[in-house]
T-cell receptor
Framework: NAGVTQTPKFRVLKTGQSMTLLCAQDMNHEYMYWYRQDPGMGLRLIHYSVGEGTTAKGEVPDGYNVSRLKKQNFLLGLESAAPSQTSVYFC??????????????FGPGTRLLVL | DAKTTQPPSMDCAEGRAANLPCNHSTISGNEYVYWYRQIHSQGPQYIIHGLKNNETNEMASLIITEDRKSSTLILPHATLRDTAVYYCIVRVAGKLIFGQGTTLQVKP
């Protein structure tokens, strides 16, 4: 199993450009998440999905959109990139044991620099 | 906001036990305590979680106080590869909220 993979690993954008980050998991997990991590900070939840075709907002959703057309993929889109979106983006997936227990598995991250 | 409090940094000698404390005084009766770690530049890695009883797996042990207001993660024989940021997490509205964590430096 590859686990959780992210594409691309690194990207440089100019302000106003758009891009899509791809997250893929091969563990048949129901839940998927997108986080961002700024230098010296913990992770912050952007958007998440509890199943194919569903998405919901997290702590910091502004400026991002997501889609979950297939169970194994979760896409994060930046329609018009801003320097404030320079960050490391992590994707995670999980299959909750129950409503209280859940183990998330994280991808290796995508480093995004917006000039 | 994170519902846990951790010291910002700790040191540990290689081969010794690393004991990482966490306060979660507002934890509700049915919420679990989770521990993740993040080795430099990598994605966070799940370590262990528990509710009331002490838990042990191949990576670590988790000791939760009887009143559940605090817990300790124990790495029994720390190695240099255990140098990382360790996050103690109690979920908020079903979501993991990562605070600043504890930076553990294992020294030779």
């Amino acid at each position: 199993n590859a686990g959780v993979t992210q594409t691309p690993k690194f990207r440089v954008l100019k302000t106003g450009q758009s891009m899509t980050l791809l997250c893929a998991q091969d563990m048949n997990h129901e839940y998927m998440y997108w986080y961002r991590q700024d230098p010296g900070m913990g992770l912050r939840l952007i958007h998440y999905s509890v199943g194919e075709g569903t998405t919901a907002k997290g702590e910091v959703p502004d400026g991002y959109n997501v889609s979950r057309l297939k169970k194994q993929n979760f896409l994060l889109g930046l329609e018009s990139a801003a320097p404030s979106q320079t960050s490391v983006y992590f994707c995670a997936s999980s299959y909750p044991f129950d409503s209280r227990q859940e183990t998330q598995y994280f991808g290796p991250g995508t480093r995004l620099l917006v000039l | 906001d994170a519902k846990t409090t951790q010291p910002p940094s700790m040191d540990c000698a290689e081969g010794r036990a690393a004991n990482l404390p966490c306060n979660h005084s507002t934890i509700s009766g049915n919420e679990y305590v989770y521990w993740y770690r993040q080795i430099h530049s990598q994605g966070p890695q799940y370590i262990i979680h528990g509710l009331k009883n002490n838990e042990t797996n191949e990576m670590a042990s988790l000791i939760i106080t009887e009143d559940r207001k605090s817990s300790t993660l124990i790495l029994p024989h720390a190695t240099l590869r255990d140098t990382a940021v360790y996050y103690c997490i109690v979920r908020v509205a079903g979501k993991l909220i990562f605070g600043q964590g504890t930076t553990l430096q294992v020294k030779p």
